[in-house]
């Protein structure tokens, strides 16, 4: 009985939140636990879409090595070098990166997409 209280009480107050869904505007917000102490000396601020996406130029506090046949191996240190370097088809110079590199880069993306997000 209590279930379907609460299953209909959900029920009425989701679909009143749909129904005027139209005339509020929901913000994105971001965490302020959001983990960039692992790519600069410092945890980053995120309250804005700005702020989000300065995270993409920004220098990481490390670098990868990124090769691409007998071209000269390239330094990588930010989200925009690394989108740059993948999209030309550079590697990880050591095998055993190259995850760690595609994980980053996801990481990247996340941050890009997470910058575009509007009310």
Not at 20 to 37: D, R, V
């Amino acid at each position: 009985m209590i279930k379907n209280t609460v299953l209909l009480t959900l029920t009425v107050v989701s679909s009143t939140a749909c129904a005027n869904i139209k005339e509020n505007k929901i913000a994105p917000t971001y965490s302020l636990e959001n983990k960039t102490n692992g790519y600069f000396m410092e945890p980053e601020v995120l309250e804005t879409p700005k702020q989000v996406n300065a995270l993409f130029s920004k220098n990481w506090f490390y670098s990868y090595e990124v090769v691409l046949d007998s071209k000269p191996a390239i330094k990588v240190d930010s989200c925009k070098v690394l989108s740059k370097a993948l999209q030309e088809g550079y590697k990880s110079a050591n095998y055993k990166d190259q995850v760690a590199l595609i994980a980053t880069n996801k990481i990247c993306t996340t941050w890009a997409d997470m910058g575009t997000l509007k009310s």
